[in-house]
């Protein structure tokens, strides 16, 4: 782990920590996947990496999976190469990444603990439409095992929140969100995903 990245653990709040905890005891030991997710800037991939140091688990993160063929797709169909909000973007180019990130984890799940560190709007949304739980959403979806462990983790931060830390963290694809927040706000974070993630995800974390 490099230094930058132990620092964002040791930031991690004592709540958000033992939550996070609390949620994989006894759930993923020496297999299965913790999936981890919420809007972009909730605090996933510190949690992740909290949760990796606990249990020893592999971390996938989305935004590593593929970053080279999403900024080129982007680019080409919209322009803007970091554009992940976009209808476009949900509807051409999310369903591989996460049917790829989603595949990959859970076979891998079959035999070593596994996290999954991703947003999972668009899965929270379908779970939700299915009427079932996200977890056994992202197993049919790949097509694993019924009886393979998944626990699902929805990092809950308010609109404020994750303002400050994408304003903090200065990265290139938060730019479009905060150049225009009130419509990112109004069309992402207050659009019910939310709502939602308390429904079908096992565990709801405030970050």
């Known amino acids: 782990m490099r230094a930058e990245d132990d620092q964002r653990v040791d930031a991690l709040p ?9 949620a994989v005891t006894d759930r993923i030991v020496a297999c299965g996947a913790l999936v981890v997710c919420g809007f972009p800037a909730s605090g996933k991939s510190t949690a992740a990496q909290h949760l990796a140091a606990v249990t020893g688990a592999v971390v996938l993160d989305k935004d590593l999976l593929a970053p080279l063929l999403e900024q080129s797709v982007m680019a080409r169909l919209t322009g803007d190469p970091v554009d992940r909000d976009s209808e476009m973007y949900r509807s051409v180019v999310a369903p591989g990444i996460y049917d790829s990130l989603i595949g990959t984890g859970l076979v891998v799940a079959e035999r070593y603990p596994v996290i999954l560190d991703a947003p999972f709007l668009s899965p929270i ?3 939700s439409a299915a009427g ?5 959403h992202l197993r049919a979806r790949s097509g694993a095992s019924n009886d393979l462990p998944v626990v699902t983790v929805w990092l809950d931060s308010s609109a404020e929140v994750i303002r400050e830390r994408m304003v903090a963290r200065g990265a290139e694809r938060d730019h479009p969100k905060l150049a225009d927040w009130d419509a990112y706000r109004r069309d992402v974070l207050v659009g019910g995903v939310r709502e939602l993630a308390h429904t079908v995800c096992d565990v709801v974390i405030g970050s």
């Open 14 to 22: 004592d709540s958000v920590r033992s939550g996070l905890e609390d």
């Open 125 to 127: 949304r379908e779970a």
């Open 132 to 136: 079932v739980m996200l977890g056994q």
